[in-house]
């Protein structure tokens, strides 16, 4: 059994561990839910004020990344508010830093609007399929941020080139702005130990009384 002494020093432990653990961020996820558009997810993690990493996951029944279509569908696309000058690194194979496009392009088949990078799927047609996630990260030593991804005119955030268990392929995108995880902000944490010093205190007084 805890005494009130022992309490209080597991109490002031956890203020410790909450003050320090500064790091954590919250990630944002955009989701392809909306009708006729799916079924690839994007999720945004911030290593740094200068780096982002990007995982995109198949869902719903879309089994792999092809490269398809006679006319331009880019494997992965994205926009950047601006469209600042980046690098992308930490590609995930199979593919390559050769797949990497720092251009804009158009889409059809649907047409989805103009984007400001793409990554294309490495293999031409259906039989160069691969199930991902595809992971990378973007580099902007300027910056960047969530609020940095934006919608293109046409109102798509992202874009790909994905195939169905049943063999059908077709370009997609996401339209949903995105939602932030449930992993606490630094701000949170010191709030939480804020709150935990205050309840150390007040049993310190009691021990002191």
Known sequence: MLTKKSLFHVCLAFAVVALTATSAKADSLFTGS???????DVNLHQ???NNMQVTVS?????????????????????NLDGAPTISISGLSSPWTAGDVNLTSTGTNGPALGTFN????NPGNGASAHNDGPLVFTITNT???????????????????DIMNSA???GESAISDPGTISSVP???????????ILGAAGAIRRRLAA
């Open 142 to 160: 300027l910056g960047i941020d969530y609020d940095d991804f934006v919608a293109n005119g046409s109102g798509y955030y992202f874009a790909a």
């Open 47 to 49: 290593v740094d004020s």
């Open 185 to 195: 902000e630094p701000s949170s944490l010191i709030l939480l130990g804020t709150g």
């Open 117 to 120: 990078y793409f990554i294309d």
């Open 34 to 40: 909306q009708a006729g558009m799916c079924c690839f």
């Open 167 to 169: 063999g059908r392929t």
């Open 58 to 78: 198949l869902t719903n029944g879309a089994q792999y990344f092809v490269n398809t279509g006679s006319g331009n569908h880019p494997g992965f696309a994205f």
